[in-house]
């Protein structure tokens, strides 16, 4: 097992990497909270593979458990399912010193964190991830949100776990195009600050373990110094500004690593048409993610891109923060004028 410790201003926390950790679910929530009662929080397709060992966990370490499963996908995060979320914990008679457990991907996570962020002023959850996405970005951060029907993360809080586990068995029953999308993530912090990270993937011969150790021990870095998005943190953006485009405009068809890996892949394009990354950078970076059978491009345009931009909630005084490679292992974020942003847009095309 690997430990990485995430110490933010308003919380610390352990981040458990490993096989087999869904056991120790009940003992972890016993020793990190106070909690007499805890409800997870799952979606259809995980339930019934792994929902019955966390509450059985849970239930031995003496915790009183239920359970509430949503539908899978990204619609499960909107406005609805959360007033949902919240109404089965006043069922429950859950109070302020009970936990909630979300059991899931990057969906499941958010939408518990922002329940737990909000229900009675805050209450305590643990994430147990069970996608490669979920695992080595969102469930590390203390990012919780809900989707509008216009934009993606529309309505969140910042609200930290008090632990995380990384349970790798559970990645044995993603879907291969789950765990693609996965990758997509993965290589995103290769190319905004390991390269080291970078040539492992080219090269192949990683374990998921380290690969999630890894990225985990960078985000918690970045996350220790920036916890609120201010600074550095912009930088795990990198391919989400016209990925979130792409993939609100497909209906949330696409996957979100799988737009994340279009908008990484756009953006490495436009910055070589703004001078700003070298052509080798940039077939590295698409090549890469293309040998891990993500997507590159999209059939969108740039008509039907641009106004799902302006949406974006890094828009601060008329300017986005534009995440731009500069090479492999070095990124920063360039403001950029909205009257500028369509020519951005453009040059992500091939």
């Not at 529309?154 to 993603?174: E, I, K, M, N, R």
């Not at 690969?211 to 985990?216: A, D, K, P, Q, S």
């Not at 059939?299 to 005084?317: F, N, R, T, V």
């Not at 492999?328 to 453009?346: F, N």
Request: charge should be negative; aromatic fraction near 6%; charged fraction near 25%.
């Amino acid at each position: 097992m690997k430990v990485v410790s995430v110490n933010t201003p308003s919380a610390a926390y352990e981040v458990k990497i490993g096989a087999g950790l869904l056991d120790s679910l009940g003992e972890e929530v016993r020793a990190r909270t106070k909690a007499g009662r805890a409800v997870v929080v799952s979606g259809e397709n995980v339930f019934p593979l792994y929902g019955k060992r966390a509450l059985e966990s849970l239930r031995n370490a003496g915790i009183r458990a239920e359970s509430v499963v949503f539908p899978s996908g990204e619609e499960t995060k909107s406005l609805t399912r959360y007033g949902e979320l919240l109404n089965s914990l006043t069922d429950f008679r859950m109070s302020r010193s009970d936990c909630l457990v979300a059991l899931g991907g990057g969906v499941t996570g958010d939408l518990t964190g922002f329940a737990a962020a909000t229900y009675q002023r805050g209450i305590a959850y643990v994430q147990v991830p069970t996608t490669l996405l979920a695992a080595v970005d969102s469930s590390v951060g203390g990012k919780t949100a809900v989707n509008l029907p216009a934009a993606k993360n529309q309505v969140g809080a910042f609200y930290q776990p008090a632990a995380v586990l990384c349970d790798t068995d559970t990645l044995s029953t993603l879907p291969p195009r789950e765990l693609r999308a996965g990758y997509a993530e993965v290589i995103k912090y290769g190319i905004l600050g390991d390269a080291d990270l970078f040539d492992t993937l080219q090269q192949g011969g990683f374990t998921p373990e380290n690969i999630i150790e890894t990225c985990v021990r960078m985000k918690a870095d970045i996350v220790a110094e920036d916890e609120h998005d201010f600074g550095r943190r912009r930088l795990l953006n990198l391919g989400h500004t016209f990925g979130h485009a792409v993939e609100a405009r497909s209906g949330y068809q696409l996957l979100h690593g799988e737009a994340v890996a279009v908008g990484t892949a756009m953006i490495a394009r436009a910055a070589v048409r703004m001078g700003m990354l070298d052509a080798h950078s940039r077939d590295a970076i698409v090549e890469t993610l293309e040998s891990f059978g993500l997507p590159v491009r999209t059939d969108y345009g740039a008509d039907e891109l641009y106004e799902l931009l302006l949406l974006d909630k890094k828009i601060s005084s008329g300017k986005l923060s534009l995440i731009v490679p500069l090479g492999i292992g070095w990124c920063e974020a360039i403001p950029v004028d909205r009257g500028k942003l369509r020519q951005w847009l453009e040059a992500a095309y091939d």
